[in-house]
C-alpha cells in the first residue's frame, strides 16, 4: 500500500501540467483527415496521447490504455484497462474497467460502476465520489467533498458545476456584504444620508479618488505581504479599505432607495428600508455575467472615493442647518440621528 503522500505529489505534478499542455496545445498540427480513431476518442485537439484538454477520452472494453491518462475540463469513460494512472481535473469520469495506479478526481463528477476496480489509491477533492457496492479499491480511499457542504451544489462536476460553485459563493458574499450594512445602518444613519448627499455634486471626483486608492490599496498590500513580516499590516490595510467601502455602498443603496421611495411610493423610507432596496437592486445587477463584474467594480471604486472625499459622512452638507442655530431657525441635528427633512435632504436622481 502507497502512502498519500505520494498521490498528492502526482495530484500536484497533474496540475502542474495545465500551463505545459495549453502551450503544446497552441503549436499542436490537426491529424491528418484519413487518420485512424486512436484508442482514446477525442473531440478537438489532441495535446499528447496522455494529456487531453476540452476532450472527450473513452476506453472501450476489452482495450488496454498504456500508460496515464490525464484529462483537464474532459468527459473520461473507462470501461477497459488503464495500465497507469487516471486523472481527472474540471470534468467527470465514469469508471467500469481497471485502472492499475491511483485514480485523482479535482472538481469532476466521478462514478464508479459495480465492475470499477481500482489497484492504487482513490482521491476525491470537491464533490464526493458515487461509489457501486461492487467497486474495488486496492489503496485507500481520500474522499474531500466540501462540495456537499453548500445548498443546490450537486454532485456534477466540469465546467458548469465550477460555475455553480463560484455562483454559490457569491450568494454567500451577497449574505456577508448584507449584514455589513445592516450594522453600519445602523450605527451611523446620519453619516450616511450626508454621504448620499454628496453624492450628485461629488460622484465623478469619487470615482477618481477610489480608483487611485484601489491601485494604492494593492501596491501596499503587495509590498507589505512580500515582507512576510508585514502580512498582518497587510491585512489591516486590505480590511481597512473594505470597511470604508462598505460605508461607501450603504450610503450609495441609501440614495437608491430614498430616490425610489419618492417616485414610487411619494414618501420617505427609513433608513433601513432605503439600504434594503437600493441592495436588492445592485444584488440583480452583479448576478449579470460579465456586466455585472463590471458594475461592482466600479461602483466599489466609486464608494470608497466618495466615503474618503466626504471624510465618512463628517463633511457639512450644503444646505444643513450650522451646528450653533437656534431652534427657531431650523432643526438642529446631533449625534447619529437621521437628519430632519426640513434640513439636509437626499437629492433626487436626475434621469
Not at 54 to 64: A, F, L
Not at 193 to 218: N, Q
Not at 265 to 279: C, D, I, K, T, Y
Request: aromatic content about 8%; some cysteine; hydrophobic content about 55%.
Amino acid at each position: 500500500m502507497r502512502p498519500v503522500p505520494l498521490t498528492a505529489f502526482r495530484l500536484v505534478l497533474a496540475l502542474a501540467l495545465v500551463p505545459a499542455a495549453v502551450a503544446a496545445a497552441g503549436s499542436a498540427h490537426a491529424a491528418p483527415a484519413g487518420a485512424g480513431l486512436p484508442l482514446i476518442a477525442t473531440v478537438n485537439v489532441t495535446v499528447s496521447p496522455d494529456v487531453s484538454i476540452y476532450q472527450d477520452s473513452y476506453v472501450p472494453k476489452g482495450q488496454v490504455h498504456d500508460g496515464d491518462l490525464v484529462s483537464l475540463m474532459g468527459d473520461v469513460r473507462v470501461e477497459g484497462e488503464v495500465t497507469g494512472q487516471v486523472v481527472v481535473v474540471m470534468g467527470s469520469l465514469d469508471l467500469s474497467g481497471t485502472v492499475r495506479g491511483d485514480v485523482v478526481s479535482v472538481m469532476s463528477r466521478t462514478t464508479l460502476s459495480d465492475t470499477a476496480d481500482v489497484g492504487g489509491q482513490m482521491v476525491g477533492v470537491g464533490w464526493s465520489i458515487q461509489r457501486a457496492m461492487g467497486s474495488k479499491v486496492g489503496g485507500q480511499v481520500v474522499n474531500v467533498g466540501f462540495m456537499n457542504l453548500l445548498p443546490f451544489a450537486g454532485h456534477g462536476g466540469g465546467l458548469s458545476g465550477i460555475i455553480r460553485f463560484f455562483f454559490i459563493l457569491h450568494l454567500i458574499k451577497l449574505t456577508f456584504l448584507f449584514v455589513i450594512l445592516l450594522v453600519i445602518t445602523a450605527l451611523m444613519p446620519r453619516r450616511l444620508s450626508i454621504i448620499a448627499a454628496a453624492f450628485p455634486e461629488k460622484w465623478g471626483w469619487g470615482l477618481l479618488v477610489g480608483l487611485l486608492t484601489y491601485c494604492g490599496v494593492l501596491i501596499g498590500v503587495f509590498i507589505l505581504a512580500v515582507t512576510i513580516i508585514g502580512l498582518p499590516l497587510a491585512f489591516a490595510l486590505w480590511y481597512l479599505a473594505k470597511g470604508i467601502k462598505w460605508v461607501g455602498l450603504a450610503s450609495i443603496f441609501y440614495l437608491v432607495g430614498q430616490t425610489a421611495g419618492r417616485n414610487l411610493f411619494r414618501r420617505e423610507l427609513p433608513h433601513l428600508a432605503s439600504v434594503l432596496g437600493g441592495f436588492v437592486v445592485y444584488a440583480l445587477m452583479t448576478l449579470v455575467p460579465g456586466l455585472g463584474w463590471a458594475f461592482n467594480l466600479i461602483l466599489s471604486m466609486m464608494a470608497l472615493g466618495l466615503a474618503l472625499v466626504t471624510r465618512l459622512g463628517g463633511e457639512p452638507v450644503p444646505g444643513a442647518q450650522p451646528a450653533g442655530a437656534s431652534p427657531a431657525s431650523g432643526a438642529r441635528v446631533t449625534g447619529d440621528a437621521p437628519i430632519d427633512p426640513s434640513g439636509v435632504g437626499v437629492p433626487p436622481l436626475v434621469s
